[in-house]
């Protein structure tokens, strides 16, 4: 077997150099999901991936149209009593912006020391490709005793809309025994990390209606309420001076890590420090009774993500804005149900946004939490590989960011999945510069040839 896997890992050396001119390509592929502008390289992005599975020998390759963007799909079925692994991904991206701040374009991916920039170089377009140079390394002179399935999507910055229905009406295509998603990553270069729990998400907009029109701020300051005044003082009092969330009834159903985790977490070293050095903030936020990695992990947290009102372009102009408006989205840990929590912001706004404005609020998505009950299938196969490859055993970690198709294909197709990628905590994802560590990519198509040369 170690012969053997020399010999594949020899093979993806001499095919590294043409298999990165073709990652390239794909990374220039701008397929934003959030913008109906890119729906012609969303497609493109799609049949890029297609015929580069039907490439490398996977059979039934198909570009499945949904509502909205395409899944891609591909099998290579070599023998139905052998265990099947279905290999997740996403080709959509997020947007670029803001533009300015990066320092190559985001569609022309470049080489600055160990890293490549590109927007979807770490999240996930690298991942996707690791996956896709591993198994090219292998079938290319050899066949494997185990059923490969990929089945990448479109539409996982935008919440995943169409996956459910797709996994629903495809169960027998789908069917199998061990899902890969490589869509999270590994704590620093040398920490190969496995993650057991991600965070769910619900995602709102909240819009304040003051005056029928802009108005001038020194006829009207002081008659009329503004608008962006009430909807600030609002976000402020959803959290307490402790850094926890004031709605009623936020944290009832919250899930508490017990003792063990919390030894367990505390070993990692993702302390103050650690969040410190990857943010370069000057202070670390957040619920001072938790710890770091207890607060990205396993605590849920209200956040602000976009904020508008009045006037913001240069220079002074007075006014009371008409309109304010908010993006807010909650992180939420197992066992919050997103819609309990739509139902105590809703609550919360009605109890506290004066009656001199008028608010909507819309609930834009919502995803419970992950958490893998027990050991996913194959991971202890995937443990040794990533352990014989960094010659270190890996992490095992909670992560703050969510992934909510690792729930909808535990409860459609019944199986956890090994959550694992080969990013790193500043490849600056969904951020200007994003990068991606090519030596820690390359390992990681090393991990993955181990892997799928580990069953017998
Ligand atoms: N790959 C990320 C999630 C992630 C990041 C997991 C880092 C682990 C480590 C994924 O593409 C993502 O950003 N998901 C969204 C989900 C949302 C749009 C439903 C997120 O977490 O914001
Ligand atoms: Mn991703």
Redesign the pocket.
């Known amino acids: 077997m170690t012969n053997q896997i020399e010999k594949h890992l020899q093979d993806y050396q001499t095919h590294a150099h043409d298999l990165f001119e073709e990652f390239l390509e794909f990374l220039r592929i701008p397929s934003v999901s959030t913008d109906e502008a890119h729906q012609a390289d969303i497609l493109r992005a799609a049949n890029f991936l297609a015929s580069k599975l039907a490439v490398i020998g996977l059979e039934k390759v198909e570009v499945f149209p949904t509502a909205r963007h395409p899944i891609v799909y591909g099998e290579k079925i070599v023998d139905l009593k052998q265990p099947t692994i279905l290999i997740y991904g996403?080709y959509d991206v997020?947007p670029p912006d803001p533009i300015d701040s990066w320092e190559s374009p985001p569609f022309k991916p470049e080489v600055r020391g160990d890293y490549l920039y590109a927007r979807g170089a770490s999240?996930?377009k690298g991942?996707i490709w690791a996956a896709i140079s591993a198994l090219q390394s292998i079938y290319h002179t050899a066949e494997i005793p185990i059923n490969i399935k990929f089945l990448i999507e479109g539409e996982?910055?935008?919440?995943?809309p169409s996956l459910e229905g797709f996994l629903d009406s495809h169960r027998n295509m789908l069917a199998c025994d061990i899902v890969l998603n490589p869509?999270?990553?590994m704590l620093a270069p040398d920490k190969p990390t496995i993650?057991y729990a991600?965070?769910g998400?619900a995602?709102f907009e909240l819009r304040v209606y003051g005056p029928k029109a802009d108005l001038h701020s020194g006829v009207f300051g002081g008659v009329v309420a503004n608008p962006a005044n009430v909807l600030s003082k609002v976000i402020a009092k959803m959290h307490d001076d402790q850094g926890k969330v004031t709605l009623p009834g936020f944290y009832d159903q919250v899930r508490e890590i017990t003792e063990k985790e919390h030894a367990d977490l505390s070993k990692i070293g993702m302390d103050d420090n650690f969040f410190k050095a990857v943010t370069g903030v000057p202070a670390l936020g957040g619920d001072t009774e938790f710890s770091p990695i207890e607060r990205v992990g396993a605590r849920p947290t209200l956040d602000v993500n976009g904020l508008y009102a009045g006037f913001i372009d240069k220079g002074a102009k007075t006014v009371i804005p008409a309109y304010a408006m908010a993006k807010v989205?909650t992180?939420l840990v197992p066992d919050q149900d997103p819609e309990k929590i739509h139902e105590c912001l809703r609550a919360f706004l009605q109890e506290n946004v004066p009656d001199t404005v008028r608010w909507e609020l819309d609930y834009l998505?919502g995803?419970p939490a992950y958490i893998a009950e027990g050991q996913a299938p194959g991971i202890s196969l995937f443990i040794d590989a990533l352990q014989q490859t960094w010659g270190v055993k890996p992490l095992r970690k909670r992560?703050?960011?969510?992934?909510?198709v690792a729930t909808s294909m535990k409860n459609a197709l019944g199986v956890d999945s090994i959550?694992t990628?080969f990013?790193l905590?500043d490849d600056q994802?969904?951020s200007p510069n994003e990068r991606l560590h090519l030596p820690t990519h390359r390992k990681g198509v090393e991990a993955l040839i181990r892997f799928f040369l580990s069953f017998e």
Do not use: F, N, T, V
């Open positions: 996403h997020q999240d996930m991942q996982e910055e935008i919440g995943s869509d999270a990553g993650i991600l965070r998400l995602y989205s992180r998505s995803a992560e703050g960011g969510s992934i909510p959550i990628g990013g905590p994802i969904h």
